[in-house]
């Protein structure tokens, strides 16, 4: 049985690294129910900077989930969590072998209420209670991780360098970003600038934004519709988009 201190501190992560420095899984050659209670115990990725093999790790059980994990687990323990099944919980035991049926009365071949058919058997018995916990925590794993990627997918957000340009060197600058800040929509939040020389006198505006992914879907969108205006704007020529960061 392996065993690793509690996963939400430095201690368990880095021992949890270390076990998976030479190895792809936490026990065994195939992803198994082991893998699952330690991925379940984890709260967040462990970062690849500081756990390398626990974040490739890591990636690679997440891509399994809803797949099968055929591997024959041999318990682990985690401080602070439950025992996983494979170690929680004996193998079930043999069924009883089921009795006999007893032999059917031969039929007249001329009956006409004769059944030519036997019954339909049941090829499928049902789950034993081991594979029962063990399709339930697999299931608890997928709900879990399904629910930290759709939170993550909500909270990402983005880093936006824009570089803005004047008809001329006439523009009034202070009315070009004023323009520029004027708009608002729910997930933008415009953030510093400063003018940047171009020559012939000319300055551009290089103004950053941070938009909820979430919320704004294209941020070319709202500066051809809502700043630029096809054009029709009287202080600005053009926007580019320096750079685009996730954060």
Known sequence: MVSFPALNGPDGLKALNDHLLTRSYVVGFQASRDDLAVYSALETAPSSKD???AARWFSHVEALLGQSFPGKGEGVTIAGAAPSAAAAKPAAPAAPAAPAPAAKAPVA???DN???SDEDLDLFGELTEEEKAAKAEKDAVIAAAKKRGAEKAKLTKSLI????KPWDDTTDMAAL????????KDGLLWGASKLVPVGFGIK??????????????SMDAIIEEEIV?????????????ASFNKL
Request: proline letters at 2%; charged letters at 40%.
């Open 229 to 241: 205006r096809d054009g029709e704007s009287e202080t600005i020529q053009s926007i580019d988009i």
């Open 161 to 164: 360098i824009m570089d803005v």
């Open 114 to 116: 004769s059944d030519d």
């Open 109 to 111: 071949a001329d009956d």
């Open 177 to 184: 970003e004023a323009e520029v800040r004027a708009i608002h």
């Open 204 to 217: 551009k505006l290089q103004i950053t934004a941070v938009i909820e992914d979430s919320k704004i879907e």
């Open 51 to 53: 756990y390398p093999h």
